[in-house]
């Protein structure tokens, strides 16, 4: 059973209260891992808000000003009026549903590509300045935005409350979930037919792997960093996996005591900053991005990665092809929520509900694809069968705890640097 990708949260739900329009129904047919992984908490209370903000809010209807029930011909006249959506998305897919949000509500959608982290640069940046020219935020850094954004009213959440029954509690709160997204290790199929050369985190850092592991830079952007501190957060589960693997209990490497002792904020080492150490010395090839990783494997038969799960849209039989290494232990792979929210006196607030609304039902089409599981129930229980994957239940993936990597961002980039400066 996954760890509780909200328990982190619990102590800030106890500073909050509700800003979603949201019915309190539970799911009915609830997936149990996503059940699971649920926390009950409040969504955040945003104390001392600006009288403007309070002004913005009864007419946006958001936050304590939500009605109990959403009258969509009401939303949908407004949005029309205001006659474009301004929205910060994470995946270049936005733009494939640009004709068809036109078509249907005669509704300009100006999207921006923009990673999660840079999105949340540009807002904070703005919203000092008292500019709010973006609507709606689509984005996967959960850490940022439930220890900061949520917190400090930079943004508000929005469930349509056409799709609330389909969703369990930890997607609509603290944040509207549309879809799970996870980074996870891969293998060339061509190569390998009979399944992956590796089945063990620990085998990447044997000598046969020096220099063909190629991942992100681990430290360039959010979900990369996120992953591997999501790793550093289970050592246990690494010395487990490393005893499995070799056969006798782990001893730490002298120079990686050395490391940690320069600074006390490190702490003792363990079997995953061992793991991380072992690694970088071995030579990981580092990529620009998670596309050009999946790249590397597809075409580069010895390679193992790490990419986007998604990513296996791409695969093509006979020309590019590479397989998720399922079995992998200790871990698969880390999983991570994408959202939607609308941002703080956003312009467009009616527009930005029609399109939150869109991309959680039939806008949600870019994204139907092997390794995107849509936080809709029925949408994702159909990818199931459709593409022939496991359910997100029985996927071996960590969840990315939000306060975990807030907290430890610093740590963790220390760490990594002093590793390097090391080899």
């Known amino acids: 059973m996954k760890n509780n990708i909200w328990s982190a949260l619990v102590g800030l739900g106890l500073l909050l209260s509700s800003t979603a329009c949201q019915p309190n129904t539970e799911t009915k047919q609830p997936l149990q891992k996503k059940q699971a992984n649920t926390a009950t908490i409040e969504t955040n209370i945003v104390s001392n808000l600006t009288p403007k903000q309070e002004e913005w809010l009864k007419e946006a209807k958001l936050g304590e000003y939500a009605p109990e029930t959403q009258d969509w011909e009401k939303i949908e006249a407004a949005a029309k009026k205001e006659g474009k959506v301004v929205i910060y998305s994470g995946s270049s897919r936005i733009f494939k549903i640009q004709e068809a949000f036109k078509a ?3 509704i300009d959608i100006v999207a921006y590509d923009t990673p999660s982290d840079i999105q949340l640069e540009e ?14 935020i689509y984005n996967n850094d959960i850490s940022a935005i439930a220890n900061e954004f949520l917190p400090h009213g930079l943004v508000w959440n929005f469930v349509p409350d056409t799709v609330s029954d389909s ?5 609509k709160n603290p944040v509207l979930v549309q879809r799970w997204s996870s980074r996870v290790f891969i293998y060339n199929s061509t190569h390998y037919p009979d399944g992956a050369p590796i089945d063990n985190l620990w085998d990447l850092t044997r000598e046969e792997w020096k220099g063909k592991f190629v991942l992100p830079d681990p430290i360039q952007t959010t979900t990369e960093a996120n992953v591997i501190q ?3 957060q289970h050592p246990e589960e690494m010395a487990a996996a490393y005893e499995e693997e070799f056969g006798e209990p782990l001893t730490i490497s002298p120079e990686l005591i050395e490391i940690t002792k320069k600074m006390s904020l490190l702490g003792e080492p363990n079997a995953a900053t061992e793991w991380l150490f072992r690694l970088v010395k071995n ?3 580092f990529s620009d991005s998670s596309g050009e990783a999946s790249d590397d494997v597809g075409y580069f038969k010895e390679a193992i990665g790490m990419t986007t799960f998604s990513k296996m849209r791409w695969v093509k039989s006979g020309k590019y092809e590479w397989q998720p290494a399922y079995n992998l232990k200790p871990v698969f792979g880390v999983s991570y929520p994408t959202f939607l929210l609308i941002a703080d006196r956003a312009p467009h607030p009616n527009a930005s509900k029609l399109l939150i609304r869109f991309m959680m039902e039939e806008g949600f089409k870019p994204w139907n694809v092997p390794g995107d599981y849509a936080a809709e129930q029925k949408i994702m229980e159909e990818q199931v069968k459709q593409f022939d994957i496991p359910s997100f239940d029985d996927l071996n993936t960590w969840l990315v705890d939000p306060s975990y990597v807030y907290d430890t961002k610093y740590t963790y980039i220390t760490l990594y640097r002093l590793i ?4």
Not at 123 to 136: A, I, M
Not at 420 to 423: D, H, P, Y
């Open 420 to 423: 390097q400066e090391s080899q």
């Open 230 to 232: 999501s790793i550093l």
């Open 123 to 136: 807002l904070r940046r703005s919203h000092k300045q008292g500019l709010y020219e973006v609507d709606v």
């Open 167 to 171: 969703l369990n509690p930890n997607e």
């Open 283 to 285: 030579k990981p090839v």
């Open 104 to 106: 249907k509500y005669g």
